[in-house]
């Protein structure tokens, strides 16, 4: 490798984008994290996914 001035490529390193020290309100845990429900259509939850592709990040929401 030192020949043909070949090298390997290094692992890129995790970035943290997360700011948990913030001074914006924090939306109440109106569920309590109780998810069972005796009703249907009582309770809606959701969630936001993000993937990482060559083309940049892919996002959608269920």
């Known amino acids: 490798m030192q020949l043909h001035a070949i ?3 290094g692992k890129k390193r995790f970035k ?3 700011d948990s020290n ?5 939306s109440p845990d109106l569920l309590n994290r109780e998810f069972s429900v005796s009703v249907p259509d009582k309770v809606w939850a959701g969630d936001i996914t ?9 996002f959608w929401q269920s």
Do not use: F, M, Q, S
């Open 16 to 18: 943290v984008t997360t």
């Open 7 to 9: 090298r390997c490529k």
């Open 50 to 58: 993000y993937i990482a592709t060559d083309e940049g990040w892919l």
């Open 22 to 26: 913030h001074t914006l309100p924090i």
